[in-house]
């Protein structure tokens, strides 16, 4: 059963343009959904998370909306750059629980 | 990663064989994590710790064990290595089980 689904799996966008990752999930006690963004030969690492009290969360270039009611978050980046380019993880959790993964999406930023 | 060391960094073994991988921590977090990524299927769960001896099985712990008989390391050992745990292994560390998991570099770990 999975428990994250995140869409696309590929994601190609213009240098300027807005990337938009989305992530569904199904169980209703996940209280924390961070973004981890990974390099080509590193370990993810956390970009930005958001908890279910607040519907949008923003930091610099990268947002997420969160829709509690339709048990969806999406990642928004803005002004996209080629320096974005790598895969992009949403994941879920509720206390005393570890992290589950959703499975990635590869975003590549063309000039 | 700044706090935390995977070894070794890349390993070809075959089939049969035993193989440690080493999480190595200097953070004193008391959770951590062994993940594997695989084209297709994300980051999934193996086993995890949280308290020296402490330990728990994840989604796809068949065919491995984990030791933790200290804070600062986390062992997962394939008892007999198979040509489908060939992947890459990803150690993360948490302060509080929950939150920001810091990741370590990964193992790239080939069965043949």
């Known amino acids: 059963q999975q428990q994250v689904k995140q869409s696309p799996q590929s994601l190609i966008v213009q240098k300027g343009g807005i990337s938009i990752i989305n992530c569904a999930y199904e169980?209703?006690?996940?209280?924390?959904f961070p973004w981890y963004q990974q390099f080509p030969g590193k370990g993810p690492a956390l970009l930005i998370a958001i908890r279910p009290d607040v519907s949008e969360k923003k930091e610099g270039r990268f947002t997420i909306s969160f829709n509690k009611s339709a048990k969806q978050f999406s990642l928004h980046i803005m002004d996209s750059q080629p320096g974005d380019s790598a895969t992009y993880f949403c994941a879920a959790t509720l206390i005393g629980t570890p992290l589950v993964f959703g499975k990635g999406t590869r975003l590549s930023v063309i000039a | 990663d700044a706090g935390i060391t995977q070894s070794p960094r890349h390993k070809v073994t075959e089939t049969g064989t035993p193989v440690t991988l080493r999480c190595h921590q200097t953070?004193?977090?008391?959770?951590m994590y062994w993940y594997r990524q695989d084209p297709g299927h994300g980051l999934r769960l193996i086993h995890y710790?949280?308290?020296?001896?402490?330990?728990d099985k994840g989604e796809v712990s068949d065919g491995y064990s984990v030791s933790r008989s200290k804070t600062e390391d986390f062992l997962l050992t394939l008892e007999s290595a198979t040509s489908s745990q060939t992947s890459v292994y990803f150690c993360?560390?948490?302060?509080?089980?929950?939150?920001?998991?810091?990741f370590g570099s990964g193992t790239r770990l080939t069965v043949v």
């Open positions: 710790s949280y308290g020296v001896k402490d330990t």
């Open positions: 993360a560390i948490s302060v509080q089980g929950r939150g920001g998991y810091t």
């Open positions: 953070e004193n977090h008391r959770y």
């Open positions: 169980n209703t006690a996940f209280d924390y």
